[in-house]
């Protein structure tokens, strides 16, 4: 036997050791929950109309390679699915003083409403995960050891989210629905509405 299938075989033992060892579960295992609850850190008062929400799914197909170092032995490749929402909404505190002008004899509003915005994306952790992961050798040895580190593709995928809620009608949307509420509310008190947005 050559030194090299001899260094082969080695690695090959080592890794079968540690993924048997990995899949060794006791008897009667129980797992025990002393995690203590929750506690409210802070409070804030909101003035954000939320006015459309968006759900996307986006397919991420990353790849890592290591220079001179064929893909068999070192290197992956993963597809990863990833779901999440984005809430699209006004913020009505930040209306001026000169955004909600009530006409002399009180029949009219002139109301200027500042643009939608895009919260950060809300990633479904339940509906979300690894579709598919092709790893070289020594990966798969590394793997072995404990789980591969994901939150990567999580950073990965609420990148594509965002981009992709900027480039869907969600903005748009927001605006027309905030502009639909307020108008049948000031309706309802009897004004005749005017709508500006900024």
């Known amino acids: 036997m050559t030194r090299g299938a001899l260094v082969a075989a080695v690695f090959i033992l080592l890794g079968a050791a540690v993924y048997v060892f ?3 579960k006791p008897i009667g295992e129980e797992s025990i929950d002393r995690s203590q609850p929750a506690m409210l850190k802070s409070v804030r008062d909101l003035s954000q109309y939320h006015a459309a929400s968006g759900e996307f799914q986006v397919v991420l197909d990353i790849e890592n390679d290591v220079k001179w170092v064929p893909s068999a032995l070192a290197g992956e490749r993963t597809l990863f699915v990833a779901a999440g929402s984005v809430n699209a909404y006004v913020d009505l505190g930040s209306i001026k003083d000169d955004g909600l002008v009530v006409s002399p004899d009180r029949k009219t509003v002139e109301l200027r409403l500042p643009k939608a915005r895009l919260d950060k994306p809300n990633l479904h952790h339940d509906r979300s995960y690894v579709f598919s992961q092709q790893r070289g ?19 990965a995928a609420e ?29 309802s008190l009897g004004f005749q509405v005017k709508v500006l947005q900024d």
């Open 22 to 24: 990995g899949q060794f």
């Open 137 to 155: 050798l020594i990966n798969d040895l590394q793997a072995l050891a404990g789980p591969p580190d994901q939150q990567r593709f999580y950073v």
């Open 159 to 187: 990148a594509k989210l965002a981009e992709a809620a900027k480039q869907s009608e969600l903005l748009r949307r927001a605006d027309d629905n905030t502009r639909v509420m307020l108008t049948g509310m000031l309706q």
